[in-house]
């Protein structure tokens, strides 16, 4: 029995009508609502230019979602469809069926292309076959500015072919277009290019900006004032330089006071901070979920003025990886995590040069986080006996299932070199502790010890496992 399916009344209509052009174009003043969607996918797919142009100005949804046909990118594609919003902003007011009020490049969309296109079982529903009435106040009124929604990767020295062109279409109709983005990548485009590009962009749509590059001090206080006008910003990641001056870490750090809806920030290597968080942290207007400041020189003071800093107080997340803590008074991280005890999910403290004596200080408080469902300690000095009294301190934790350690130092031989033999011993005295705890549950230990920047913690990994019979 065949498994291929005969094509649909619907499939039909859409190839018949395109296969005359000009038919199809003139009858999309009548065609059902429920066939624009399908017939734009056949148009699309089978690059009938003059259809899709047509359709774009009859556009019978609030949304048109391209991004989620075109992956990748397609500039015939796009230069098509830009065409045919050019007709619709060219006319005083809307076509009588045209509902078009946002673009959107992303790639998203999908659901709407797999519903009406009969791929979901509720294709059917009434509420998505039914014709969406129609508005007539808006054609008595002007067109109110598109909305043409994108993903920027600012990845090269140049934009792609695609990213260039809208941008110059944008720029030639900045009256009639928003062009909005809500997430922004860059990763090693100049920074004089970059603000050219977002000088085109709505900055308070963005909401997700991801800087993956060594930028020089001076580069950051270019971009400083921009990310001030970003101001519905919800997560930063943030790479830095090792420059320090005192007058850019204020530029950069005020524009904090702009972000009120800032829940994660992830700054790594920053340490033009050190000795300087407090200026952040002041300039804190919302509460994070999430917190990520690794690979620098934090001071005794700055992780003081961190452990006191009320933003912090609902932390889900908090990652100090790479910040050296074994000169530190060992209750200063117990002071910490007492205040993020309750909220607190994802504790990351790898080649943290974390000793015994800090070990047994943050115990009681660690052992206080019952909503703790991930640590990782990798990368650090910890003994068979420091070892113990942590998976005993944490046994309590309801929620914790993912849990990495390192290798307990007696793993080492007297050259400071992993004796597989000796590693294999403390496995076995390991899995005794946790079947002694009596609860199932498994750790990871990693063998690295001192690791350069960089590493991956998830490498040379040990899984001890204890399964109740």
């Not at 277009?177 to 990763?187: D, N, R």
């Not at 910040?323 to 504790?347: M, N």
């Not at 690295?448 to 204890?466: M, Q, V, W």
Request: charged residues 20%; contains cysteine.
């Amino acid at each position: 029995m065949s498994l291929w399916a005969p094509p649909r009344l619907l499939d039909l209509a859409a190839m018949s009508l395109l296969r005359n052009e000009d038919l199809a174009m003139s009858s999309l003043e009548f065609l059902p609502i429920e066939l624009f969607p399908l017939l734009f996918m056949e148009a699309f797919y089978g690059s009938h230019i003059k259809t899709l142009k047509t359709m774009v100005y009859s556009w019978p949804f609030v949304r048109l979602p391209l991004g989620g046909l075109m992956e990748p990118p397609h500039l015939i594609t796009l230069q098509a469809v830009l065409d045919g919003l050019d007709v619709l902003l060219s006319q005083k007011e809307h076509p009588r069926r045209c509902k078009l009020q946002v673009l959107d490049l992303r790639n998203t969309g999908q659901n709407f292309w797999s519903i009406w296109s009969g791929y979901m079982d509720h294709m059917y529903s009434s509420s998505l076959t039914a014709p969406v009435p129609e508005d007539r106040s808006r054609t008595e009124q002007p067109l109110a500015p598109l909305e043409v929604f994108i993903e920027m990767n600012l990845k090269e020295w140049a934009m792609d072919e695609f990213l260039t062109y809208l941008m110059r279409w944008a720029e030639q109709r900045k009256g009639s277009i928003h062009l909005c983005c809500k997430k922004l990548k860059i990763f090693g485009m100049p920074v004089e290019n970059i603000m050219k590009v977002l000088s085109m962009v709505q900055l308070d749509c963005i909401q997700d900006v991801e800087v993956n590059q060594n930028w020089h001090l001076s580069s950051l206080a270019t971009f400083a004032p921009l990310l001030g006008q970003m101001s519905n910003v919800q997560r930063l990641i943030l790479s830095a330089s090792k420059e320090q001056e005192q007058h850019v870490v204020v530029q950069f750090t005020s524009q904090f006071l702009k972000l009120h809806h800032l829940r994660d920030l992830c700054l790594e290597s920053p340490f033009f901070l050190s000795g300087r968080l407090d200026q952040m942290l002041r300039c804190l207007m919302s509460p994070l979920d999430n917190l990520m400041i690794t690979h620098c020189l934090l001071t005794e003071s700055d992780l003081t003025h961190l452990s006191q800093c009320p933003r912090i107080s609902q932390l889900k997340g908090l990652d100090l990886s790479g910040i050296t803590l074994a000169d530190f008074s060992p209750e200063l991280l117990q002071v910490l995590l007492e205040q993020v005890a309750d909220t607190l999910q994802v504790l990351d403290l790898n080649q943290c040069e974390i000793m015994d004596s800090q070990i047994e200080a943050i115990l009681p408080a660690l052992s206080h986080c019952s909503q703790l469902r991930s640590i990782s300690m990798c990368g650090n000095l910890l003994s068979m006996a420091a070892m113990e009294k942590l998976l005993r301190h944490t046994s309590g934790l309801p929620k914790l299932s993912q849990e990495f350690y390192p290798a307990p130092l007696e793993s080492n031989s007297s050259q400071a070199v992993l004796s597989e033999e000796r590693l294999a011993q403390l496995r076995a005295e390991l899995l005794e502790i946790l079947r002694d705890l009596g609860r199932p549950r498994t750790i990871w230990l990693n063998s690295i010890f001192f690791a350069s920047y960089g590493y991956d913690k998830y490498s040379h990994l040990e899984i001890i496992e204890y399964i109740p019979a």
